[in-house]
């Protein structure tokens, strides 16, 4: 194992985004991909991602108007990402 495979986390998608992400047009796909490897690199740091309230393991990354809800499992180094969406309906879930 080199290093950089030691530095990011694994991304574990649930049902919901792997669904979002077939029905958006490829660019959206691109710009969440990309957030989706600064996430693995560095999941709770970041200028667009925010510890979300009442969570001490919950995330959320902001990618223009979406955001990526997510679950960071330190110990084990996992990402599940739980939700993507778009600001107004996403945290009503």
Known sequence: MNSSEN???NVQLLA?????LKRVDKTTQK????AIEEISAN????ANIKQ???????YRCRVGDLRLIYNVKIEERLIIIEAIGSRGDIYKK
């Open 43 to 46: 999941p709770v740091n970041g």
């Open 52 to 58: 979300l309230r009442g969570s001490s393991q919950k």
């Open 31 to 34: 710009r969440i991909a990309t």
């Open 7 to 9: 530095s990011t986390f």
């Open 16 to 20: 919901q985004p792997r669904n979002y």
